[in-house]
T-cell receptor, first 114, second 114 residues
Framework: AQTVTQSQPEMSVQEAETVTLSCTYD???????LFWYKQPPSRQMILVIR??????QNATENRFSVNFQKAAKSFSLKISDSQLGDTAMYFC???????????FGTGTLLAVQP | DSGVTQTPKHLITATGQRVTLRCSPR?????VYWYQQSLDQGLQFLIQ???????AKGNILERFSAQQFPDLHSELNLSSLELGDSALYFC?????????????FGNGTRLTVT
């Protein structure tokens, strides 16, 4: 069975600084996808970034980028130039295997301080 | 706006009662997923349907049931409700049921059991 682990329950960063959120996963699948979702206080689930396991190049979306280390089964999210609107819970998620369902980590609560 | 519609937004009911949560997927999406998010916790996968058929089952209690109708909308039925069932229930949809397509989430139904 696949598992996703986020070892940082809470993090804090100053506005305009850079922060990295950690995620590790365990799977025996050779092909899969990894995601970061953002959940602001409104509780919406917003897709931040997606990485395909067979692609070596790390995904980037504006200020958000990932460091995907397949051998180490590590998938960290870097947020550059942090903004107050980045304050949210961030969930790492795995998608692979026989179904399309997402398996989520327990989340990291990020607070961006002015 | 993800295109996934969940109703109602809020639901308050008493222990022992039964409720039905409704989800309309994005236009063109064939697969529907239900997740439960209890207070300050991650998202737990409940069940997945693809084109009317159950595809995957997670940690769904026997008191809970779901179905996907011919028009592709889905309903999650929760019966004999307990205080611990209070949670945010998310529906998500995707185009395919097994080809690693991204999940798009609705805004959730907040269920409070008193």
């Amino acid at each position: 069975a696949q598992t996703v682990t986020q070892s940082q329950p809470e993090m804090s960063v100053q506005e305009a600084e850079t922060v990295t959120l950690s995620c590790t996963y365990d799977t025996s699948e050779s092909n899969y996808y990894l995601f970061w979702y953002k959940q602001p206080p409104s509780r919406q689930m917003i897709l931040v970034i997606r990485q395909e396991a067979y692609k070596q190049q790390n995904a980037t979306e504006n200020r958000f980028s990932v460091n995907f280390q397949k051998a180490a089964k590590s998938f960290s999210l870097k947020i550059s130039d942090s903004q107050l609107g980045d304050t949210a819970m961030y969930f790492c998620a795995f998608q692979g295997g026989a179904t399309n369902k997402l398996i989520f980590g327990t989340g990291t609560l990020l607070a961006v301080q002015p | 706006d993800s295109g996934v519609t969940q109703t109602p937004k809020h639901l308050i009911t008493a222990t022992g009662q039964r409720v039905t949560l409704r989800c309309s997927p994005r236009s063109g999406d064939l697969s529907v997923y239900w997740y439960q998010q209890s207070l300050d916790q991650g998202l737990q996968f409940l069940i997945q349907y693809y084109n009317g058929e159950e595809r995957a089952k997670g940690n769904i209690l026997e008191r809970f049931s779901a179905q996907q109708f011919p028009d592709l909308h889905s309903e999650l039925n929760l019966s004999s409700l307990e205080l611990g069932d209070s949670a945010l229930y998310f529906c998500a949809s995707s185009v395919e049921g097994w080809e690693y397509s991204p999940l798009h989430f609705g805004n959730g139904t907040r269920l409070t059991v008193t």
